[in-house]
Nanobody, 117 residues
């Protein structure tokens, strides 16, 4: 089965940067899309950024211009470069993989990002 392993979270000061990584492993025949979501305390999980195999990209309005999603297909890895971080970016960040349009997505375990001075 597919497993997602995330890394790169931690504590950073406002205005700082972090780069999250997510490696997908297991029996993967194809990848329709990979993306990043986040969930802050007391709030719903929300889409941050998403890449499809066709090359389309979606960003939440709150992170446009600050976050960049990218992938390395040979390594089945997706990255999230986060710049100009704000305290409101504090959340648990989750990796997401969708093997095809009709399949339910797979989720990583989540990694904590805390932005504070």
């Amino acid at each position: 089965q597919v497993q997602l392993v995330e890394s790169g979270g931690g504590l950073v000061q406002p205005g700082g940067s972090l780069r999250l990584s997510c490696v997908a492993s297991g029996s993967i025949f194809s990848i329709y899309a990979m993306g990043w979501y986040r969930q802050a305390p007391g709030k719903q999980r929300e889409l941050i950024a998403r890449l499809t195999s066709g090359g389309s990209v979606n960003y939440a309005d709150s992170v446009k211009g600050r976050f960049t999603i990218s992938r390395d297909n040979a390594k089945n890895t997706v990255y999230l470069q986060m710049n100009s971080l704000k305290p409101e970016d504090t959340a648990v960040y989750y990796c997401n993989l969708k093997e095809s349009f009709n399949k339910a997505p797979k989720w990583g375990q989540g990694t904590q990002v805390t932005v504070s001075s």
